[in-house]
């Protein structure tokens, strides 16, 4: 057995030491959701770094302020707005914020989601719309407030969130899971509709990221042990794993990839 991760993942490093650099990042206009916390913190460092204009959203404040205290010397200090995403009209309101902060925004990354876990006989009409709400349905609206600013730029780069867990047949969490499997066909039909305006969509598929909120809740012996069972690289995945996929995905580096998923799980799936 694997021993278990520290007691706070916020001692990882904001930015992978050994990450690399991406001219074509430097200025370009990223808006990231779900930008305070987990995943999201890591990535709104790692496109701060790069020399990106990155705009955040997120219901976190005071989490948001505190990334925003420990970034360190950036070309572009980060621009963070307020919003719940499961509010559309909201999410348009902080797009055309940060819209007028950034300048039309060149690259959307959709990593807000909550995998909160719920039997399946507990769910109700109102939890299963809520789950759908928080987990898939902003990605297509915020995917649909920017594309009128990736055409007037030429193209663009959609990153949306996915999960291993349906893949695995992951019990104990069915709206999450359904809306996960949902994500990479939303990525797709999407990236037939906005090909022909040079506008990429892919998928990231990140597998048991080792966060805040999942040591804290759901990581114990027994689930490290299912990690070592099933990744073949059995070291703990980080939130900068995850970020540096996206770095690639957003950089031009990537500009002939679409419609694709691209897993990082250490070789779960």
Same mark, same amino acid.
């Given at each position: 057995?694997?021993?278990?991760?520290?007691?706070?993942?916020?001692?990882?490093?904001?930015?992978?030491?050994?990450?690399? *650099?991406?001219?074509?990042?430097? @200025?370009?206009?990223?808006?990231?959701?779900?930008?305070?916390?987990?995943?999201?913190?890591?990535?709104?460092? +790692?496109?701060? *770094?790069?020399? %990106?204009?990155?705009?955040?959203?997120?219901?976190? @404040?005071?989490?948001?302020?505190?990334?925003?205290?420990?970034?360190?010397?950036?070309? +572009?200090?980060?621009?963070? /707005?307020?919003?719940?995403?499961?509010?559309? @009209? /909201?999410?348009?309101?902080?797009?055309?914020?940060?819209? %007028?902060?950034?300048?039309?925004?060149?690259?959307?990354?959709?990593? %807000?989601?909550?995998?909160?876990? +719920?039997?399946?006989?507990?769910?109700?009409?109102?939890?299963?719309?809520?789950?759908?709400?928080?987990?898939?349905?902003?990605?297509?609206?915020?995917?649909? /407030?920017?594309?009128?600013?990736?055409? *007037?730029?030429?193209?663009?780069?959609?990153?949306?969130?996915?999960?291993?867990?349906?893949?695995?047949?992951?019990?104990?969490?069915?709206?999450?899971?359904?809306?996960?499997? /949902?994500?990479?066909?939303?990525?797709?039909?999407? %990236?037939?509709?906005?090909?022909?305006?040079?506008?990429?969509?892919?998928?990231?598929?990140?597998?048991?990221?080792?966060?805040?909120?999942?040591?804290?809740?759901?990581?114990?012996?027994?689930?490290?042990?299912?990690?070592?069972?099933?990744?073949?690289?059995?070291?703990?995945?980080?939130?900068?794993?995850?970020?540096?996929?996206?770095?690639?995905?957003?950089?031009?580096?990537?500009?002939?990839?679409?419609?694709? @998923?691209?897993?990082?799980?250490?070789?779960?799936?």
């Amino acid at each position: 057995m694997s021993s278990l991760p520290p007691a706070h993942a916020s001692a990882e490093p904001l930015v992978a030491a050994n990450g690399g *650099q991406y001219p074509s990042l430097v @200025d370009r206009a990223v808006l990231i959701t779900g930008g305070a916390t987990g995943i999201g913190e890591s990535l709104v460092a +790692h496109f701060a *770094q790069q020399g %990106a204009r990155v705009g955040f959203v997120d219901i976190a @404040d005071a989490a948001a302020a505190d990334l925003l205290g420990r970034l360190g010397e950036v070309r +572009h200090t980060p621009v963070y /707005a307020h919003c719940d995403l499961t509010d559309i @009209d /909201a999410l348009r309101h902080a797009v055309d914020t940060l819209r %007028a902060s950034l300048g039309p925004i060149s690259v959307l990354v959709n990593n %807000a989601a909550n995998d909160v876990r +719920h039997a399946v006989d507990t769910v109700t009409s109102t939890s299963w719309d809520a789950g759908i709400a928080v987990n898939l349905k902003h990605q297509f609206f915020a995917a649909q /407030a920017v594309i009128g600013d990736m055409k *007037q730029l030429g193209g663009g780069s959609i990153i949306n969130f996915g999960s291993i867990s349906w893949k695995l047949k992951q019990g104990g969490m069915p709206v999450y899971t359904t809306s996960k499997a /949902a994500v990479q066909g939303l990525t797709r039909s999407l %990236a037939r509709d906005f090909g022909p305006f040079n506008v990429r969509v892919n998928t990231i598929v990140p597998g048991w990221v080792m966060t805040d909120k999942q040591i804290r809740l759901w990581v114990d012996a027994t689930s490290k042990d299912e990690i070592a069972r099933g990744q073949c690289i059995n070291r703990d995945l980080m939130p900068a794993d995850i970020a540096c996929m996206a770095l690639f995905l957003a950089a031009d580096d990537s500009r002939m990839c679409t419609a694709q @998923d691209f897993v990082v799980d250490g070789g779960w799936v």
